[in-house]
């Protein structure tokens, strides 16, 4: 593994952050794709950063967008990465309702940019898309593999249409490209307007007596719920195999709002009934009611299996919420 080079694109968020500290771990050169700002967005990542004038750096950042396909082409040239795992994306599922174009152009066309400059560049890479259960939408439960498509969101049809293009370059190119079709992953790194977090946070703030309501939409929808980082571990493993294919990563139990809610509250030993508030406007214009994965095949041919559930995943997540509160 030391003398591997990888590309991440969004490497600033959940996933990205503990996909560098794995392949970190195991040796690898990582390289990062970041978007300018003028605020400092690498939060996440920050403790993994060292100088690229320090002697043995391995961790480097590269300004880049994937709108802008140009960009893309530059940098793949220039790194010459063995893997690539493309997870950037404008991930916030009501957030593509309000947004849809600007999902499609990133979530969508950026797959398809991302793809073309690997093509182009006739580098040898193994590439990882970052599929989502919210492809499945309306599909009855347990989704595997074979389960048929039915999107209910702008962000999920464009998940579908990156899949196939991964699907497509593997087809037409012989690219290794796999589709990893995540279900829904939280950690204490989760970004704060994700419902999962907005809980745990809402609950230590609840418990230290510095908020008095936590406000949610739909708490009856059901999800499959793992630990973002045993999912990225999945990941890599699918970039090893002698084969490309696509695999279904979850936990195969399902739980709905309501009870990520009760298992958050009930740590810190509150009643969760006295605090929870509905708002209409947290509603999408169409709901997935219920997603729970079948990873069979994750298991049997990757070796990959979860440990952390919802339950636990709920404490830990409050754990690390009242921790950054105290400090």
């Known amino acids: 593994m030391a ?3 990888a590309f991440i694109t969004g490497i600033t968020g959940q996933d990205g952050s503990y996909l560098a500290e794995l392949l970190l771990d195991k040796g690898y050169e990582v390289h990062g794709l970041i ?18 004038h320090e002697p043995g750096a391995r961790l480097f950042l590269h300004y880049g967008d994937l709108t802008d396909g140009s960009r893309l082409v530059t940098l793949i040239e220039r790194i010459a990465p063995d893997e690539v795992y493309h997870l950037a994306a404008q991930s ?13 152009d990133t ?3 950026g797959t398809t940019r991302l793809l073309e400059a690997i093509r182009l560049c006739q580098v040898p890479v193994r590439f990882y898309q970052a599929s989502s259960s919210e492809m499945f939408g ?35 190119y012989g690219l290794f490209a796999v589709n990893g079709i995540l279900f829904n992953h939280e950690s204490p790194r989760r970004g704060p307007t994700f419902v999962t977090r907005k809980i745990t946070r809402a609950v230590a703030r609840i418990a230290a007596g510095q908020q008095d309501e936590l406000w949610l939409g739909n708490i009856d929808a059901r999800r499959d719920w793992g630990y973002a980082k045993e999912y990225v571990d999945a990941m890599w493993r699918m970039l090893q195999v002698d084969e490309a294919a696509d695999y279904v990563i979850a936990t195969g139990t399902s739980h709905s709002v309501r009870d990520f809610v009760q298992f958050a509250f009930e740590h810190v030993g509150l009643d969760y009934e006295k605090y929870l508030r509905f708002d209409e406007r947290y509603l999408r214009p169409t709901e997935v009611d219920n997603l729970i994965g079948d990873a069979s095949r994750a298991e049997a041919v990757l ?25």
């Open 303 to 327: 070796g990959w299996k979860p440990h952390v559930l919802a339950p636990e995943l709920a404490r830990l997540m409050v754990d690390s919420d009242v921790a950054e509160l105290q400090r």
């Open 3 to 5: 003398n591997r080079r």
């Open 92 to 104: 916030h599922v009501r957030v593509s309702f309000d947004e849809p174009e600007f999902t499609g």
């Open 107 to 109: 979530t969508g066309l």
């Open 35 to 52: 978007r300018r700002s003028s605020t400092f967005n690498t939060g996440r990542i920050d403790h993994l950063y060292v100088d690229p």
């Open 138 to 172: 309306a599909s009855p439960p347990p989704q595997d593999e074979d389960t048929p498509f039915y999107p209910r969101s702008p962000y999920g049809a464009a998940k579908v249409y990156s899949y196939w293009m991964a699907r497509n370059y593997r087809e037409a």
